[in-house]
């Protein structure tokens, strides 16, 4: 067992690129920790997912998956199939308001690595093709593999990061680290509590365009939090905006008046996946959804130019029909 150090220590930090965001860690150890090991090791665990998992590398697991024709199975990595896996669940629990099989219409849309304007053909033959993932996706854990049984585009962006999160978390315990917020983009992971015993602090992000603004703090101890919203890429088409959140249900963007969702979970995975699922869902299935599932979750809907918060489990304090 790694020992977990308890004495008294200043706070460190480390940070470095990835995914096109910045990986960061907030600790606390003492002064003759080897921070250098740490910052490889942390580095390494959120390069290995997304060497993995991202739909932008040619030669990335997704990727060659992605490029297998149906019905043939291909050998995966542990860490893919552990996210994989995962999805298929949660795709199945939200009834495929998760859905990884939406690679084809984000990428017809503009908003992945094949262009960055939508494409009215590509529309129109990604929705008539696709599949849900939970339902046309074979995951075999026991053989390191999996298979498509028709013609699909995965992309783990929904929970590939929060994956990364957790993987960075483990790091933290390898290493001895008892009290740590890690983090990578808007997910993020509370290893302990601070060392005097006081929660992490964290800036929940307002919804506005064009603009970084807190909305509220959160507080976390041995908790993940995670936030999926439409306010970071959108496109405009026909004077409407469309975020670039795809709901695999629809065959295209999200179009409901749920501004963002957080979700607080034990996994950063898990908060990831269901952000995005919650979000998907809208404003009368997700809060349906989040409670039938006893899910900690924070709703915001726009509602005649303002925010109005619907808050359950733990964010219960939010009184529906509350002005945010």
Known sequence: MPRTYSDP??????SGPVMGTRWAARYQAPPAFDHA???????????????????????????RLNRAGPGRWVALPEAMLDVLARAQEIGALS?????AAVGG????????????????????????????????????????RARKRAPMTLDLCGIAKGYAVDRMARVMADHGVGHA???????????????????????????????????????????????SGDYRRWIGVGGERLAHTMDGRRAGPVRNPVASVTVLSGTCVDADAWATALLVAGPDEGPALARRMGLD????????????????GRFAFAAEGADA
């Open 9 to 14: 220590s200043t706070e460190s930090r480390l």
């Open 37 to 63: 090991a740490l910052s490889s090791d942390l580095a390494r665990a959120v390069g290995l997912v997304d060497t993995q998992m991202s739909p932008w590398k040619p030669d990335s697991d997704l990727m």
């Open 95 to 99: 009834g495929g308001a998760f859905d």
């Open 105 to 144: 219409l984000v990428n017809a849309w503009g908003f992945g690595a094949m262009a960055d304007t939508p494409d009215p053909d590509a529309i129109r033959r990604a929705a008539a093709d696709h599949r849900p993932a939970h339902l046309w996706l074979d995951v075999d854990r026991e053989q390191c």
């Open 181 to 227: 917020l890690v983090s990578l983009d808007g997910e993020l992971r509370a290893c302990g509590a601070r060392i005097d015993g006081r929660p992490w602090a964290v800036a929940l992000e307002s919804p506005q365009e064009g603009r970084r603004a807190v909305h509220g703090v959160i507080e976390l101890a041995d908790l993940s939090v995670a936030t």
């Open 297 to 312: 979750a924070l709703f915001l809907f726009r509602r005649e130019g303002r925010l109005v918060e619907f808050g359950l």
